[in-house]
């Protein structure tokens, strides 16, 4: 129930002046006067409540010059204060945000998205371009397209709450229907808002005015509902003198004209509002209170990064949503460490939040290395990398399934599946393919009869690159069929490799001084592995097989043939182990054709052509060096 008690407080409004604006007198206000760059704006001193519906009835003078005129008037609605302008030539209210202006723009700019005609506009956020989101209703034509005529020009505004319709009549004419929640959109919730007129001149100038009619913004004050954690800023229905609101329970400050209430039970308040003559107006209303749902995410998360998890929320709201467009219930991949929000609103439109956070802990960079072609009987140590531990699938010719370089003697083509984890327990898996290519099959030219300096043409055939190493008397070393003439009894013999660059050998002839006689030798090459550690800086230590058999112990003798394939696997960090012509410390006189030369951790290969005296030799350490003979 609403009681009046005459005169009404509020009937008329106290208008707060900024910069330019001068009060005239008979409620009549100069904006801005006929002068370059001038600025001013007249502020209710209280706020209206955008949830009760308001009707302003006033006048506005645009001034006399038209091509040269100033910037316009608009009317608007803010939060911030009663004390607002915004920049020159943004009509007064250019970034006063949150807002809402209607504006009578007197001044065209192309470049803003105005029309050729003076016109009006609504924005919002103090943005004055047409052509951005922020303009809601865009530019409509006013009159005959010029009010800078020297006229006082009638504007009523209209705002209905209740299906939130902002009208705007111009001379009688309706311009603006705009059906829009400016309490929700624009402020937030709050239904406070000072309202009031700003204007503005640029490089042109006019004599811009408001007369205040009348106005109408008193209703009751509507009941409201808040949920129990929320909070709510009513703002009084009139202006007044003396503000009260009672009980003085849950509110900042009672005796404010925009209080805060935060009740935390259903609580009924009596609002009165007296001017400096006694006479007040009463209002009731009640405010409800709401309780929030109980909302629970779950508990905390820790998982390996690429892992698949499910959210399910629990408690009792009517509705649940989760951030990071997750669904409830569902399946998803978690790639880093994140918390996910989740929300539920009750019936009442109360909202509960809670938070789970899943923890993404880091996987190993496993690489197995690059797939091998190999050829039959070879060997090969795998390089691992990228994790704490490995495992080997399957266990295949392989020398130990859980370290990262075993070596691999597969009989057949394999493709090793390796784990590799990390101490925090995640792992990822990668893959190496080992081909097995065969030996070429190789076959030598017929006998042929030659006597004592004479030439024979001998010829492997099979493979696509040779190497003849033994006699000195031959025409090519490296094509299939090169001449020789022997003087004495000689076996020529030949490492062929096909396109796989497997290498065989065989013999290409002998020959016998005495007989005259090539014959055909079948002798074949072998592959040796020895591992190599040493013992301090005083010698090597070296286990495997050479031509002899087993070999161990500090700095042996080792031999083997032309053609074998020798795989020095060299674990001696700080010996630098050197496979050389002539013993001795440094790098000078090193085996051409070894691979990795010089290597404290790696695999030296070694495939010898020529038959002699060799040596393996520390290049930092005399003491630690050893003979290969070749045969």
Same mark, same amino acid.
């Given at each position: 129930m609403v009681v009046f008690v005459n005169p009404i407080p509020g009937s008329n409004p106290n208008f707060v002046l900024n910069a330019s604006a001068t009060n005239l007198g008979n409620d009549e206000y100069r904006l801005t006067d006929v002068l370059n760059f001038d600025t001013g704006a007249i502020w209710n001193s209280t706020l209206v409540n955008l949830n009760q519906p308001?009707?302003?009835?006033?006048?506005?003078?645009? *001034?006399? /010059?038209?091509? /040269?005129?100033?910037d316009g008037i608009a009317f608007g609605l803010q939060q911030l204060s009663n004390q607002q302008l915004g920049s020159g030539g943004g009509i007064g209210y250019a970034g006063i945000t949150p807002s809402v202006f209607i504006e009578f723009d007197t001044y065209q700019n192309g470049s803003l998205g105005d !029309?050729?005609?003076?016109?009006?506009?609504?924005?919002?956020? *103090? =943005? !004055?371009?047409? $052509?951005s989101p922020n303009s809601i209703v865009s530019p409509i034509s006013l009159g005959t397209g010029n009010i800078e005529d020297g006229l006082w020009h009638n504007c009523i505004f209209d705002w209905n709450p209740v299906n939130q319709l902002l009208t705007v009549k111009?001379?009688?004419?309706?311009i603006i229907n705009l059906n829009y929640d400016i309490v929700n959109n624009i402020f937030s919730g709050s239904p406070a808002a000072f309202w009031g007129f700003t204007a503005s001149t640029g490089g042109s100038n006019? %004599?811009?005015?408001v007369k205040y009619n009348s106005g109408t913004f008193f209703n009751k004050i509507i009941d409201q509902a808040i949920c129990s954690t929320d909070s709510l800023l009513l703002s009084s229905p009139v202006i007044a003198d003396i503000y009260s609101w009672t009980p003085n329970v849950f509110i900042n400050d009672s005796s404010l004209d925009t209080p805060t209430f935060y009740p935390s039970v259903n609580t009924t308040y009596i609002f009165t509002g007296t001017n400096s003559f006694g006479c007040f107006v009463k209002d009731t209303f009640q405010i409800s209170v709401n309780n929030i749902p109980t909302v629970n995410a779950g508990n905390d998360q820790t998982v390996c990064s690429g892992d698949s998890v499910t959210l399910n929320a629990n408690g009792n709201a009517q509705s649940f949503a989760w951030d990071n467009s997750i669904i409830d219930g569902q399946i998803f991949e978690v790639i880093n460490?994140?918390?996910y929000l989740l929300t539920g609103t009750s019936s009442d439109g109360c909202i509960s939040i809670d938070t789970v956070l899943i923890n993404a802990l880091s996987l190993p960079s496993t690489d197995a290395g690059s797939d091998i072609n190999l050829c039959v009987s070879d060997s090969v140590q795998l390089q691992a990398t990228g994790a704490d531990n490995y495992l080997w699938f399957p266990n295949l010719s392989l020398s130990d399934l859980n370290i990262s370089n075993p070596w691999a003697v597969p009989t057949l083509n394999t493709t090793y599946i390796l784990t590799g984890s990390l101490i925090n327990g995640c792992t990822k898996n990668d893959t190496i393919s080992i081909v097995i290519n065969p030996l070429p099959v190789l076959t030598t030219s017929i006998d042929a009869t030659i006597c004592e300096g004479d030439t024979a043409q001998i010829e492997v055939f099979g493979a696509n690159t040779f190497n003849w190493f033994t006699g000195n008397n031959i025409s090519n070393s490296t094509v299939s069929n090169p001449q020789?003439? &022997? =003087?004495t009894t000689t076996t020529f013999k030949v490492i062929a490799s096909d396109v796989n660059t497997c290498a065989d050998t065989t013999a290409g002839a002998e020959v016998d001084e005495n007989g005259c006689v090539i014959t055909i030798d079948d002798s074949t090459s072998s592959t040796f592995n020895i591992n190599v550690t040493a013992n301090s800086s005083a010698n090597y230590i070296l286990a495997g097989t050479d031509r002899n058999g087993d070999? =161990?112990?500090?700095? &042996? %003798?080792?031999?083997?043939?032309?053609?074998?394939?020798? $795989?020095? =696997?060299?674990?001696?960090s700080g010996h630098p182990f050197y496979l050389k012509t002539t013993a001795g410390t440094g790098v000078d006189n090193g085996i051409s054709g070894v691979t990795n030369n010089g290597t404290t951790d790696d695999t030296t290969s070694w495939t010898p052509t020529?038959? *002699?005296t060799y040596y393996y030799q520390c290049s930092l350490h005399g003491g630690m060096v050893g003979t290969i003979i070749i045969e």
């Open positions: 308001f009707h302003f009835d006033v006048d506005l003078y645009f *001034g006399i /010059n038209d091509v /040269n005129g100033a !029309i050729s005609d003076d016109h009006v506009a609504v924005q919002i956020n *103090g =943005s !004055i371009d047409h $052509n111009f001379d009688g004419v309706q006019n %004599e811009q005015k460490t994140q918390s020789v003439w &022997p =003087s070999i =161990s112990g500090n700095d &042996p %003798e080792l031999t083997f043939k032309v053609g074998d394939v020798i $795989n020095f =696997s060299v674990n001696a020529t038959a *002699g």
